[in-house]
């Protein structure tokens, strides 16, 4: 949903898909949410479809006609696609292109050539943090995990001291900093400034990246001591090439979208005319799809003609690099869907009926509804869109800020102990070479942390600003 909808809906509600009293509503969604559960976790059901099926029991135990229930999802799906979809296929492809131009490793290398013994930890939380801020999480895990292994065995490093500021920095991307799908799609819902937001996001993240990364290390090295398993050190992808980007370009290229995007909110601050011709160049040049754009035409100069692509690699890379993204634009559009038959139900209007009510700050509401369907379905980014729905209408009255810390407060609570029903889960067990109980001792801690650090650090600074 757009901010022009968003702001259409707080001034003229929609009639409500269904009459359903409090209770019933608050049943409807119990189920709903319980469906979508069952399905990932009992029957390994697809997200997408999952949430398409609780999308529909939803509306089923409201009460509400099926055809009504039916238009809300896909009307929902669609603005949610058309909404953040280009955004996460553009920051895919830049991703691919740093990835298989040697572009990031350039970065890796270049940062670890400059640390050494103490430093080494704050090193890889500054290596994760700036990969990761095109980069889809899955991606920069598999990016990275060469690095840490090889950092750790050839330095004789403890796994954990290099491991854990590693994660700690791609996951703290991932929940809070757009270009990520999550955030994207909760500050469309929501109505959020995304300049603003962004700036909020790195301010939250500096510090509880910090604490989550190379301070828990000290701790997770002491209570999991493993070395790094040789079988999981795979090949670098610039090891196949004869040459590759230098760091500075491959910086600039990493850097582009976010400089872009926090220029148009500094813009819109110090201005703030719309018919402001400086304004309105900025609102198009800083608009996230012409600055991940901008990111990806610079990176076939900049990563893929000095890696030495040919035109025909170069058009194979971003068919490539789409292809993976698929299931994720599902499983994002399909939560929209979700979203708006939460709110076409009128599940949005008693939610905020239920927040003045409970006196319940709607910072805290909006990490505890993301924490508890993140415990459910293990998915961050379906927390994040599910919470998203439910707290949207919270945001009507919210001054710029605030919207985009109510974003912020999602996006800490969707990272919540992540458990056995979480893919990421297995994915560090796996490369790490670790069993279920030291992962939940040095990961699932960590996402914790990440979690309650990021979402206290909200909750100060609406005191503030």
Do not use: C
Request: aromatic share 6%; hydrophobic share 55%; proline share 5%.
């Amino acid at each position: 949903m757009s901010r022009l909808s968003v702001e259409m809906l707080a001034a003229d509600p929609v009639e409500p898909i269904t009459s359903a009293g409090h209770a019933q509503l608050g049943i409807a969604v119990l189920a709903g949410i319980a469906v979508i559960v069952l399905l990932i976790t009992k029957f390994k059901l697809h997200a997408f479809l999952s949430l398409t099926i609780g999308s529909l029991a939803l509306g089923a135990f409201a009460g509400a006609p099926l055809d009504k229930v039916i238009a809300s999802f896909t009307t929902g799906l669609g603005s949610t696609v058309a909404g953040v979809g280009v955004l996460i296929a553009l920051g895919a492809i830049l991703g691919k292109m740093l990835a298989d131009s040697g572009g990031a490793d350039q970065v890796v290398d270049t940062i670890l050539a400059r640390a050494s013994g103490r430093a080494m930890p704050w090193a890889m939380v500054l290596i994760a943090s700036v990969i990761g801020l095109p980069l889809f999480f899955e991606v920069g895990v598999v990016l990275l995990i060469p690095v840490v292994l090889m950092v750790a065995k050839r330095g004789n490093y403890s796994l954990m001291r290099i491991g854990i500021p590693a994660l700690a920095g791609l996951s703290v991307m991932h929940g809070l900093v757009p270009p990520h799908p999550g955030p994207l799609v909760a500050i469309d819902a929501v109505g959020a400034d995304l300049g603003v937001t962004l700036a909020l996001g790195v301010l939250v993240a500096i510090p509880t990246v910090v604490i989550a990364g190379p301070v828990f290390s000290r701790y997770a090295a002491r209570w999991v001591d493993v070395p790094a398993p040789d079988k999981m050190i795979p090949q670098r992808a610039s090891e196949e090439l004869e040459k590759r980007p230098g760091f500075g370009a491959t910086l600039i290229t990493i850097m582009l979208p976010v400089i872009l995007m926090l220029s148009k909110a500094l813009v819109d601050i110090v201005i703030d005319d719309p018919e402001n011709t400086v304004q309105r160049v900025f609102d198009v040049i800083g608009s996230p799809m012409i600055a991940l754009l901008a990111a990806v035409l610079l990176g076939i100069f900049t990563l893929l003609r000095p890696a030495g692509f040919a035109k025909e690699r170069v058009s194979q890379l971003v068919e490539k690099g789409l292809a993976p993204i698929a299931g994720i634009l599902l499983i994002v559009g399909a939560g929209g869907g979700f979203k708006q038959t939460l709110i076409d139900s009128g599940v949005g209007q008693m939610i905020l009926e239920i927040s003045e009510d409970w006196s319940i700050p709607a910072l805290l509401l909006a990490w505890l509804i993301a924490v508890a369907i993140r415990l459910a379905t293990g998915s961050a980014t379906v927390a994040t869109v599910s919470a998203a729905g439910l707290v949207a209408p919270l945001a009507a009255d919210m001054s710029t800020t605030h919207a985009a810390l109510l974003v912020l407060a999602i996006g800490a609570g969707s990272l919540f102990f992540s458990h056995v029903n979480d893919a990421g889960f297995w994915l560090v067990k796996e490369y790490f070479g670790l069993n279920v109980g030291q992962t939940i001792k040095t990961w699932s801690v960590m996402e914790t942390i990440i979690s309650v650090v990021a979402g206290a650090f909200v909750l100060l600074l609406s005191l503030v600003i």
